[in-house]
Structures are given as structure tokens and as C-alpha cells.
T-cell receptor
């Protein structure tokens, strides 16, 4: 049972445009959500997070939006840069658990 | 460096052998996690330590897998009688407090285990 879903395995965007990565979750007990970025042969790198008490968190070019009623979050990157090309993982935690539950990832390719 | 360090970065072993994977967390981080990532999948939780004790080992797939953190810092993941299906990247992460407390986890570069 996949509690965190990233339904787009890949996304291609032109440099300078907006990248939107989506994530859906099923467990209503999740109250903290994170995005990680992963380059090949490296571990995931923390990017940005959001608590369930907020619906938006912004950090530079990166903004995460949370829609609790739809159990959906998205990561916006604007403007996209070639160095943003990586696999992006959505993760969630909350309830009685201290572990992170990850989605399957979306491979973002930013074309110069 | 100041990040999470994992050794070795690559390990090739024969089916049936025993392996140990090591993780040095960020200094001062009390929470430590082991995850496993297979090709095309996201990291999958294995075990979580708070201090020296395993607070949640519900992700360990079977009793061939075991992990320790005797002094509350370095952790070792041990796999007995390895099988080809154990081949994956094993990731370690640490955080200042449990991620259920709204804390981000910082990952090491992983150990790529290949069982032949």
C-alpha cells in the first residue's frame, strides 16, 4: 500500500520556466511533509518542508504548497535551472511514527 | 566533513555471506535511520534508533537483518546469509530529533550492496 504517491515518473522543462512536481498521500495522520533532491550516486538532500498547519512555504526559488483536503502537495521551482535536474522525492511523517514515508520519485530534466 | 558518512560506498558479496554496513551520523544527532532503496523506488524505512535503542524496527524485512548503535552514535547494519534480493542502496540518515517531531533527516551517500 503506497501511502505517498508521485504519479509522474519524469518531467521535462525548459530552463527559466516553472517546474511543478506533484505528490499525493493517503494517510490523514501525516502532518509533516518534505521534499528531497537526489543526484546519481549521492544520498537524498533535504530541500524544503512544510508542516500541516501551513499551506505554503517558500525558500528562494522553491515553494511547497499543501492542500490538506485533497491530500496533495506540490513543489514549484521557478525559474528552473539545468542544475535542478535530479530525482525529486516527496516524503511524509506523522501520527505515531517517526519514520519518513517516501514516494517513488520524479526525474526532473531541465533543458538549457 | 560534517555530514553523515557511510562506509563502504560499494560492497560486492557472494550469496550466503555476512556483511556489515557502517554509518557515522552528524555529531549531536540523537535520531538515526536506516533506509533501503531499490532501483526505481523511493527509500524504504528499515529501522530507527533514538539514542542507543531501536525505537522502531518494523521495516526490517526478516531476521537476517539486524542493526546496532551501542554508544548512541555510530550504527552498524548487519545482514546474515545475504540473498540476491538484498542488493540495493542502503541509506543512513540522522536528525537532531525524531522526524515525527517535524525535523528533517540528513542522508549519507549510501552503500551500494551487490549480492552475486
Amino acid at each position: 500500500d503506497q501511502q505517498v504517491k508521485q504519479n509522474s515518473p519524469s518531467l521535462s522543462v525548459q530552463e527559466g520556466r516553472i517546474s511543478i512536481l506533484n505528490c499525493d498521500y493517503t494517510n490523514s495522520m501525516f502532518d509533516y511533509f518534505l521534499w528531497y533532491k537526489k543526484y546519481p550516486a549521492e544520498g537524498p538532500t533535504f530541500l524544503i518542508s512544510i508542516s500541516s498547519i501551513k499551506d505554503k512555504n517558500e525558500d528562494g526559488r522553491f515553494t511547497v504548497f499543501l492542500n490538506k483536503s485533497a491530500k496533495h502537495l506540490s513543489l514549484h521551482i521557478v525559474p528552473s535551472q539545468p542544475g535542478d535536474s535530479a530525482v525529486y522525492f516527496c516524503a511524509a511523517s506523522g501520527g505515531a511514527t517517526n519514520k519518513l514515508i517516501f514516494g517513488t520519485g520524479t526525474l526532473l530534466a531541465v533543458q538549457p | 566533513g560534517a555530514g553523515v558518512s557511510q562506509t563502504p560506498s560499494n560492497k560486492v558479496t557472494e550469496k550466503g555471506k555476512y556483511v556489515e554496513l557502517r554509518c557515522d551520523p552528524i555529531s549531536g544527532h540523537t535520531a538515526l535511520y536506516w533506509y533501503r532503496q531499490s532501483l526505481g523506488q523511493g527509500p524504504e524505512f528499515l529501522i530507527y534508533f533514538q539514542g542507543t535503542g531501536a525505537a522502531d524496527d518494523s521495516g526490517l524485512p526478516n531476521d537476517r537483518f539486524f542493526a546496532v548503535r551501542p554508544e548512541g552514535s555510530v550504527s552498524t547494519l548487519k545482514i546474515q546469509r545475504t540473498e540476491r534480493g538484498d542488493s540495493a542502496v542502503y541509506l543512513c540518515a540522522s536528525s537532531l530529533r525524531p522526524t515525527g517531531g517535524n525535523a528533517e533527516a540528513f542522508f549519507g551517500q549510501g552503500t551500494r550492496l551487490t549480492v552475486v
